[in-house]
């Protein structure tokens, strides 16, 4: 068994566009937890709120289930993957209906303490 522990947290049923999702996830991967919180906090995407949660539950799992120092920990995974979609129905002239698709993700994260 290795020395480096890596933590999960996962978000289920986001509701929130994945693609928009990825944006956010795109500018913390790979970064130290503390500086993606900072990252998180300043970024105008309403999705960061959702990916902040996430980062903050991932790290408090570390800290409580293994015992890991928060100061130490990167983002070794960051992923949005797609959820079903809510099938909503608007009318439209002449009877007819329009399908309004609202979709939906799952964010998982995946910590790792550094040495």
């Given amino acids: ?27 913390i991967r790979g970064r130290s937890y503390q500086e993606a919180l900072m990252i998180l906090e300043f970024l105008p995407y309403d999705a960061s709120g959702a990916v902040w949660q996430v980062v903050h539950s991932a790290a408090a799992n570390a800290k409580n289930n293994y015992s890991l120092d928060k100061k130490k920990l990167i983002i070794e995974e960051i992923f949005a993957d797609e959820g079903p979609k809510l099938k909503r129905i608007r ?12 979709p939906t993700c799952h964010i998982t994260v995946v910590v790792k303490a550094t040495s």
């Avoid at 290795?2 to 944006?23: L, W």
């Avoid at 009318?91 to 609202?102: E, F, H, V």
């Fill in 1 to 27: 068994m290795s020395n480096v522990q890596s933590v999960t947290a996962i978000a289920k049923y986001i509701r929130m566009s994945p693609h928009k999702v990825r944006r956010v996830l795109d500018q």
């Fill in 91 to 102: 009318p439209r002239a002449q009877g007819r209906a329009y399908r309004i698709l609202k």
